[in-house]
């Protein structure tokens, strides 16, 4: 069967989605992906969740035509909070790990887009000098992620 969406785009959709179904928290905005790195200090005034292909590659496991793709995906964090407020950085760090938590398990109904590893990082931290700097929480989370053939 021919693809008819490219793989890392189904990937980037997906945990997209699976975000935004979650329950456990409340984004002002859905999260959405990105076609492109982002600035961490552009101009962000309230939560956001971006998603954002970072690379990927065939695994070439097989003879067929198309074989399963493999993404790292980044899930960007962000909002500009008050530094010297610890519950702003707690409800953050709080929101951040929900959101691990929603896409750590993620597997499309169709078992096509799954998630087969992921870190957090110290990132999920607040980035102490853009912080204190600027007042922007940012936190991110890593994910690879793959796609079987259609």
Sequence with gaps: ??????????????????????????????????????????????????????????LSETLAV?????????VWVRKRIDRDRRDDIAAMLLTSRLIFQQVNTMRTDTDRVQVWESEMLNKTNPVKATLRDHGLFIGFMLFRVEVRPS
Excluded at 32 to 56: I, K, M, Q, S, T
Excluded at 66 to 74: A, K, S
């Design 1 to 58: 069967m021919t693809a008819t969406i490219a793989p890392e785009i189904e990937a980037l959709t997906a945990i997209v989605d699976r975000i935004n179904a979650g329950t456990t928290y409340t984004l002002p905005r859905d999260a959405e992906y990105l076609n492109f790195l982002l600035d961490p200090l552009e101009d962000v005034n309230e939560l956001r969740v971006d998603v954002v292909h970072e690379g990927g590659e065939d």
């Design 66 to 74: 198309e074989d399963p793709t493999t993404h790292i995906i980044r």
